[in-house]
């Protein structure tokens, strides 16, 4: 069974900048496909961001495109998402999710394609 913990949340202001991290379980994290993924309050859980097993291939979301970085490091089992310029709707609680069997040259941006999720970590942006 594959862990997620996130952590890295918080408050901050508009214009700002936080970093999250996920640390995953398991000793096959070099082949899953990762991403992070959101819920704003009172909205379904949506798509921000992925990168394939080897961390060639990124793939954002419209809103995230810019000013969100995604990246892992495989020999630490973790993948980070770099956010900055956050605005006030970027509020949600994040999550990570993990894709055990994958093809390295697909990007895959739904929840139904994800195998395994963190519990999240909340993130506030202030006006």
């Known amino acids: 069974q594959v862990q997620l913990v996130e952590s890295g949340g918080g408050l901050v202001q508009a214009g700002g900048s936080l970093r999250l991290s996920c640390t995953t379980s398991?000793?096959?994290?070099?082949?899953?496909?990762m991403a992070w993924f959101r819920r704003a309050p009172g909205k379904e859980r949506e798509f921000v961001a992925t990168i394939n097993s080897s961390g060639d291939r990124k793939y954002y979301a419209d809103s995230a495109k810019d000013r969100f970085t995604i990246s892992r490091d495989n020999a630490k089992n973790t993948v980070d998402l770099q956010m900055n310029s956050l605005k006030p709707e970027d509020t949600a609680v994040y999550y990570c999710?993990?894709?055990?069997?994958?093809?390295?040259?697909?990007?895959?941006?739904?929840?139904?394609?994800?195998?395994?999720w963190g519990q999240g970590t909340q993130v506030t942006v202030s006006s």
């Open positions: 999710a993990a894709k055990q069997i994958s093809n390295r040259y697909r990007s895959y941006t739904n929840n139904y394609e994800y195998d395994y």
């Open positions: 398991g000793r096959t994290f070099g082949s899953y496909t």
